[in-house]
């Protein structure tokens, strides 16, 4: 990570490209508009991610972004943070450690307003957690849920608003669950508040949500005739908001997406079906229309009631009584009587679209409880949830809805506030850690002003009163409302009343809304009649989605919306409190959609009502890191001997042991009252690195007894196919035909410096120092390595240029895909030499374990292609030469190695212009085979230790398995629809006729033209304000700037004589220098003024 100034200490950050600094915690000026610069210079350099400390900020970069692929998920696969640049899998990935580490749950906070890209994030973190966990085949099936519930409930969900085309209509906390082992065995879904009113209305320019276009545009021929599908415009419901097309979705492809997702979780087919059935059944129940009938409302035209009914399982004059009719309840005197009330144009509309509201939403639920069953474990261990919510919204018209999507995120504003502000600042003096406090604008009076019970009451409070005393249809209501807000909270700060309703500003800006239809919104009840009618339903399915029971009574006030949404977010708070907490917060460049578009004072509005400044001061001042003593003993418990199982004695004396066994800073650390505080990541890094290392060299001690155990059966049958691979081909020498196989002759754990040329997951299958034999027949040492995907040459050269001019560096000097390999030939006898071809050009190479290196090439080449390896073996062999474009050889030509009968066992190499002579003593009868009893404890050859482990490192994450399941919805049988069918409409069945225009139509077409103002960056009113006066203490809460961060201290050793190098990977030193041992293998690895060598 480059950023760091000059301390550049890891190796990683010379690979990677910088652009500003990717933590803000060492922006040189905190100020918003440095920080805006800074997100600015990386947004156009196309990094979208950048850290405050832990916090992780991501700017919607509105084009896919290159670095989501395989490659990253393997570096950011238990990487140290500053090894790679700033990512979301990184966040995810130091998520999933804590957990399996810690053992504690963990959670993410992704905010951000409408179309900042939280429901993205989300994607990539659960995709991120799935891919690096491991798991059986049941552990992929969650997985598939996992994944799968995204596309299904984004698809009753999620609707294209004017503030983005996929917005969430719902917030969702998803727990997954995992096993001690850190699989993911489980999870649950629990959701907040569907937007429901958006299946009847919504503003102009926006859309339904989005499966009622996937049905329409997706359902195959006999769907539509048993739907009554026909086009997008003829559903009332549909054609309101003028807007039926979103550019970047396809609804029909999208729809088979829905489909899949549905199979995967594990919903029935003929429950599917039924699910469609509903949708259309909506859509349906939207073209019923009403007159005035004397003051009474009557069906317009009796024909749009067959099919809903129909759809529905409902008779279709009961339909139509209860849309147009009420029973209620009155009391006379003492007795209580049930009369039947007719109702008005207005109150039939109203009644219609609650049955569609209400019939939604319960498919929604539906299908979120189906995803809960389907990864439901008895048992709960460990779980990392991850929130999406509906991001803070502002539209021409804010009605309800967005009043509690908008409190929801003042909700999650203030957790932020109270975790990484508030109790952070609040922890440094209970520890009596010396501090001196920063200033931030607590947007609490805001929460109070909308959820506070008494004193005064909050609005929902005051919403909850007024619905008390409300009749049915609430004429007059929402005035009252208004009329009883501007009287008890008219004076508050963060409060402001308009003729149409009433102003809060909230910490993201002022919002206007509009009071009309609160009151009816916020009781969200759903009379009798309609529950009732659902219940006559013949299809069990939507009786069963109705199952209230009817008959009891009713105590105390009905719950109402408005409270429902309040106990969710302060449940969901307590949750989220008993969590490690994360954050990501989004940021939105722009309005248009459009990559690269940076509107400057949009994204400082942001930056400003986010806290990003306060929170780097925060941070900066402040302690990277903390945790109590015992727990910081657990994690840490195996960098000493002393701390070793376990630290016996005073725990402040133990973690102190343990910060000077890696030799912190004093000023890197403050032991406080229970925890221990330490100031730079960095110094965390370290403790990491060195547990990490720890662990490492256990876990190979125990891979390597484990293997020594399993492997001889395998390895004894490994020779065997490779010895089968020679048999009557080629002489084999005496002393190899019996020894073991190792595959890693070079120890590649230990060679980070030829590991970073194979991918970081890759298997070795087989690693060895060979002799590669140039176009002169010039021999020269490469490392050879097999990996199951790749044949890769290393070799060494000088540093020409640059600050490490003259060292010696790994080059990679050819990488050959498995599959490009042409053939391998070699000669009938002895020797060592094998010929790789490809189609461009050829590689000699001398190798000793060839019979193991070919066998288990040609087992990944099989693997790769479905085809047999074909080898060759001739004591005449051609080789291919490279084409060069300079020099006399630049037509490539081609070279030929000649294999001749001499003595002894040792090759004997005659090189002549076009040909090399290859002699050498006859060798064991090419029909020799292992003997299958003695197998020998590695009698030959390996060079270095007896054996290093191959390693096994974890198979590539696998992806998700995709069961090819197309569209299947299978209906139950025909003859029920058949029979349903309403008399007199079954021609209409195939293409309904279009239903008379709507008198609204023509008001819609004035509404289509919208003003836009509302898109405009919001006004900051009182929340601004407060923020900008709070907002003005000395910049690093007045310390002097932090000093530069520490490198990690590295051992050191004082030399006793001077030393001149005797060649070039060797260090010269003075007597008296002092060298940094930067590695220790069987050599050590210094530093000394920068240069690193071995000494
Ligand atoms: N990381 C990303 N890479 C590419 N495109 C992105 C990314 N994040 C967001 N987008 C684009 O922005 C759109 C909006 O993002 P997203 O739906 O995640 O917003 P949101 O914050 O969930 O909004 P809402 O609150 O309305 O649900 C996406 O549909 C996608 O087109
Ligand atoms: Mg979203």
Redesign the pocket.
């Known amino acids: 990570m480059g950023s760091r100034g000059h301390y550049r200490y890891h190796w990683q950050s010379h690979n990677v490209k910088q652009s500003g600094v990717d933590d803000m915690v060492l922006l040189s000026k905190i100020t918003e508009d440095s920080i805006v610069e800074n997100l600015k210079k990386r947004y156009m350099d196309d990094y979208?991610f950048t850290y405050i400390g832990p916090v992780l900020i991501?700017v919607?970069?509105?084009?896919?972004?290159p670095y989501f692929s395989e490659k990253e998920v393997e570096m950011y696969q238990g990487a140290a943070p500053y090894e790679n640049p700033p990512h979301i899998y990184a966040l995810a990935d130091h998520m999933y450690r804590n957990m399996v580490i810690d053992r504690e749950n963990q959670c993410v906070i992704?905010s951000?307003?409408?179309?900042?890209?939280?429901?993205?994030?989300?994607k990539?973190i659960m995709g991120y957690i799935s891919r690096i966990s491991g798991g059986g085949p049941k552990v992929q099936h969650v997985k598939d849920i996992i994944l799968q519930s995204n596309p299904l409930l984004e698809a009753f969900g999620?609707a294209k608003?004017v503030?983005?085309?996929?917005?969430?209509?719902f917030g969702k906390y998803f727990e997954i669950q995992f096993s001690p082992g850190g699989e993911p065995d489980g999870g649950k879904i629990s959701n907040f508040l569907l937007e429901k009113s958006r299946v009847v209305m919504r503003n102009p320019g926006e859309r339904s949500f989005h499966i009622f276009y996937q049905l329409i545009e997706g359902a195959n021929a006999e769907q539509r005739s048993n739907l009554g599908i026909t086009s997008l415009e003829y559903y009332y419901y549909l054609n309101q908001s003028g807007s039926y097309k979103v550019d970047?979705i396809n609804d029909k492809s999208d729809f088979q997406e829905t489909i899949h997702a549905m199979n995967v979780i594990g919903i029935f087919s003929d429950e599917q079906a039924m699910v469609l059935q509903i949708v259309a059944g909506v859509l349906h129940l939207g073209n019923i229309t009403f007159k005035e009938s004397g003051n009474y409302a009557a069906v317009e035209s009796e024909e749009f009631l067959a099919f809903p009914a129909f759809l529905l399982g409902i008779n279709q004059n009961r339909l139509k009584e209860k849309l147009t009719s009420r029973q209620m309840d009155s009391k006379w005197g003492g007795k209580s009587e049930s009369i039947n009330v007719t109702l008005n144009v207005e109150q039939a509309c109203y009644t219609r679209d609650a049955l569609s509201k209400a019939l939604h939403a319960r498919v929604f639920d539906f299908l979120v409880d189906s995803i809960n069953k389907a990864m439901e474990k008895d048992h709960e261990e460990y779980n990392i949830g991850v929130l999406?919510?509906?991001?803070f919204?502002i539209f021409q018209k804010n009605g309800f809805e967005q009043f509690c999507i908008n409190f929801v995120n003042e909700k999650l504003q203030q957790i932020f506030i109270e975790l990484t502000l508030k109790a952070e600042q609040e922890e440094y003096i209970q520890e009596g850690i010396k501090w001196t406090p920063i200033d931030y604008f607590n947007n609490k009076i805001v929460c109070d002003l909308i959820e506070s019970k008494v004193n005064p009451p909050g609005i929902m409070s005051i919403l909850d009163d007024v619905c008390a005393t409300m009749h049915a249809v609430g004429e007059g209501a929402d005035q009252t409302l208004l009329q009883k807000l501007r009287m008890q909270i008219g004076t508050h700060d963060h409060f402001n009343s308009w003729n149409q309703g009433f102003i809060v500003h909230h910490y993201a800006g002022k919002v206007s809304y509009d009071v009309d239809g609160f009151c009816e919104r916020n009781r969200d009840v759903l009379f009798t009649d309609l529950i009732e009618l659902m219940q006559s339903s013949e299809i069990p399915f939507i009786k069963a989605l109705f199952p209230e029971s009817l008959q009891a009574e009713k105590k105390g006030r009905p719950t109402t919306a408005g409270s429902k949404i309040k106990k969710q977010a302060n449940d969901l708070v307590s949750t989220l409190m008993k969590c490690t907490p994360h954050y990501i917060r989004?940021i939105?460049p722009n309005e248009t959609?459009k990559p690269k578009d940076w509107e400057e004072s949009r994204v400082k509005h942001q930056v400003e009502y986010l806290g990003l400044k306060e929170n780097i001061r925060v941070r900066r001042a402040g302690y990277a890191y903390r945790r109590i003593f015992r727990k910081f003993l657990n994690r840490y418990a195996i960098l000493t001997k002393e701390s070793w199982a376990s630290w016996h004695g005073d725990e402040k004396q133990g973690v102190l042991h343990l910060l000077r066994s890696v030799n912190i800073d004093p000023d890197q650390f403050q032991l406080g009252r229970t925890k221990v505080f330490i100031k730079a990541p960095e110094s965390l890094f370290l403790l990491e690195e060195t547990r990490e290392r720890k662990y490492d060299g256990f876990a190979r001690t125990i891979q390597k007894a484990w293997r020594k155990y399993t492997a001889r059966k395998r390895y004894v049958q490994m020779r065997e196919e490779a010895s089968d691979l020679l048999l009557n081909r080629k002489e084999r020498r005496r002393h190899s035909i019996n020894r073991n196989f190792v595959g890693d002759y070079i120890g590649m754990d230990d060679r980070p410096e030829l590991r970073k040329f194979v991918g970081k997951r890759e298997k070795i299958d087989f690693a060895d120092t060979v002799t590669k034999y140039d176009r002169r027949f010039k021999g020269i040492k490469r490392d050879l390595i097999l990996t199951p995907k790749c044949v890769y040459l290393i070799g060494r050269e000088k540093v020409k240029q640059g600050p490490e001019k003259g060292q010696v560096r790994e080059v990679m000097k050819r990488r050959i895909e498995v599959e490009r390999i042409t053939a391998v030939s070699a000669s009938t006898m002895q020797d060592d030499f094998i010929i790789l071809h490809e189609q461009e050009y050829d590689s000699l190479l001398e190798c000793t374990f060839k019979t193991e290196f070919i066998s288990l090439l040609a087992k990944r080449f099989e693997e790769r292609t479905q085809r047999k390896l074909p080898l060759k073996f001739s004591n005449t062999l051609d080789l291919k030469l490279k084409k060069e474009n300079w020099g006399p050889w630049s037509a490539g030509g081609s070279r030929q190695v000649q294999f001749l009968q001499g003595q002894g066992d040792m090759a004997i190499l005659k090189p002549s212009s076009k040909t090399l002579q290859v002699s050498i003593g006859p060798g064991l009868p090419k029909n020799s085979r292992p003997s299958k009893k003695n197998f020998v404890q590695s009698g030959a050859i390996s060079r270095q230790q007896s054996s290093f482990p191959v390693r096994a490192a974890p198979a590539p994450p696998g992806t998700t398995s995709h069961n090819s399941v197309h569209n299947s919805v299978h209906h139950r049988p025909a003859p029920g629809y058949l029979q349903a069918q309403p008399k007199g409409t079954g021609s209409k069945m195939e293409r309904p006729s279009l239903p008379q225009p709507h008198s609204i139509n023509k008001e819609r077409n004035q509404r289509l033209q919208p003003n836009l103002d509302f898109l405009r960056v919001p006004d900051q009113g009182a929340a601004g304000i407060q923020r900008q006066m709070t907002n003005r203490p000395p910049p690093g809460g007045g310390r002097p700037k932090p000093a530069p961060k520490p490198k990690p201290q590295m051992p050191q050793c004082k030399a006793l004589y001077a030393y001149d190098a005797q060649d070039t990977d060797e260090l010269s030193f003075n007597a008296d220098d002092v060298i940094e041992i930067v590695r220790e293998v069987s050599w050590f690895r210094g530093r000394l003024q920068k240069a690193i060598s071995e000494v």
């Open positions: 979208i991501s919607n970069p509105f084009k896919q972004m992704i951000g307003e409408s179309g900042a890209g939280k429901t993205v994030a989300a990539y999620n608003t503030r983005n085309n996929n917005s969430s209509r970047d999406d919510i509906y991001g919204e989004c939105k959609k």
